[in-house]
């Protein structure tokens, strides 16, 4: 979860882990990097188990420890705020310079979100200016509230299957090139960290994909910042 402090990273996630509790309004700012796992399904029916890093907007928090995560991310939800102007202006002028600097942009799936569309009078980022930000950067949008709680389940299992579709792909060319039915690619072996997600395959391939990058860079410790 990347975005500008306040724009509703940690309510989409309270929302979709929690979808029957109310709002808080009264919500502090996340410092550093909160962890959540959740199972969703995929639009093909598949089951995932997906790690959700909600990261801190604040820029003192996030030019220091983003760059380790984005390394090892698999996906990224962009999160602005309907009605703040500003926090739209970021997602070009802050938060794809360093997505682009850090990531490995080829592999991330990446969907934009327009969060706190129950507040539509005091919109100030229409539909098609994110329409045309869709565009440019080759990415999908949805608008969501946190608050009544409309699109949030529909935007992460979105991404997760994005994600998952590009983890098949991976695994069905590796196959190809090895003859060997199932990838483990992580460094350790051992899954569970806060930099793996898992997948469970119902499509008759062989059992589970471990979305960890081939030589995708940071260890587990790196990924913690630990
Ligand atoms: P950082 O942790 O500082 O990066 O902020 P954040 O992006 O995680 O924002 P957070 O979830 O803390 O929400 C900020 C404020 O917006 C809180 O007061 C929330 O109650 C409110 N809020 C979040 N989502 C919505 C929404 O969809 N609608 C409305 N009306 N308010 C929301």
Same mark, same amino acid.
């Given at each position: 979860?990347?975005?500008?402090?306040?724009?509703?990273?940690?309510?989409?996630?309270?929302?979709?882990?929690?979808? $029957?509790?109310?709002?808080?309004?009264?919500?502090? &700012?996340?410092?550093?990097?909160?962890?959540?796992?959740?199972?969703?399904?995929?639009?093909?029916?598949?089951?995932?188990?997906?790690?959700?890093?909600?990261? &801190?907007?604040?820029?003192?928090?996030?030019?220091?420890?983003?760059?380790?995560?984005?390394?090892?991310?698999?996906? +990224?939800?962009?999160?602005?705020?309907?009605?703040?102007?500003?926090?739209?202006?970021?997602?070009?002028?802050?938060?794809?310079?360093?997505?682009?600097?850090?990531?490995?942009?080829?592999?991330?799936?990446?969907?934009?979100?327009?969060?706190?569309?129950?507040?539509?009078? =005091?919109?100030?980022?229409?539909?098609?200016?994110?329409?045309?930000?869709?565009?440019?950067?080759?990415? $999908?949008?949805?608008?969501?509230?946190?608050? =009544?709680?409309?699109?949030?389940?529909?935007?992460? $299992?979105?991404?997760?299957?994005? +994600?998952?579709?590009?983890?098949?792909?991976?695994?069905?060319?590796?196959?190809?090139?090895?003859?060997?039915?199932?990838?483990?690619? =992580? &460094?350790?072996? &051992?899954?569970?960290?806060?930099?793996?997600?898992?997948?469970?395959?119902?499509?008759?391939?062989?059992?589970?994909?471990?979305?960890?990058?081939?030589?995708?860079?940071?260890?587990?410790?790196?990924?913690?910042?630990?």
């Amino acid at each position: 979860m990347l975005g500008d402090s306040g724009v509703g990273k940690t309510s989409l996630v309270a929302r979709l882990t929690n979808p $029957e509790r109310p709002l808080n309004h009264d919500i502090s &700012a996340t410092m550093g990097i909160e962890f959540d796992t959740q199972m969703l399904t995929t639009a093909s029916g598949d089951k995932v188990k997906a790690q959700i890093w909600d990261t &801190a907007g604040q820029e003192r928090f996030a030019r220091v420890l983003l760059p380790t995560y984005f390394r090892k991310a698999k996906g +990224v939800i962009l999160v602005y705020d309907i009605t703040n102007a500003k926090s739209f202006e970021s997602l070009s002028e802050r938060w794809m310079a360093q997505l682009n600097d850090h990531a490995s942009t080829d592999d991330l799936a990446k969907l934009l979100v327009g969060n706190k569309s129950d507040l539509e009078a =005091s919109r100030e980022v229409t539909k098609d200016k994110a329409e045309l930000f869709c565009q440019e950067y080759g990415m $999908e949008l949805l608008e969501t509230s946190a608050k =009544s709680g409309d699109n949030v389940l529909a935007s992460f $299992e979105k991404l997760i299957g994005m +994600v998952h579709d590009k983890a098949l792909k991976a695994s069905k060319l590796q196959q190809q090139k090895t003859g060997i039915g199932a990838i483990n690619s =992580s &460094a350790g072996g &051992a899954g569970g960290g806060p930099s793996s997600t898992t997948a469970s395959g119902s499509r008759g391939d062989s059992g589970a994909i471990n979305l960890d990058a081939p030589g995708g860079g940071a260890s587990q410790g790196e990924a913690c910042g630990c």
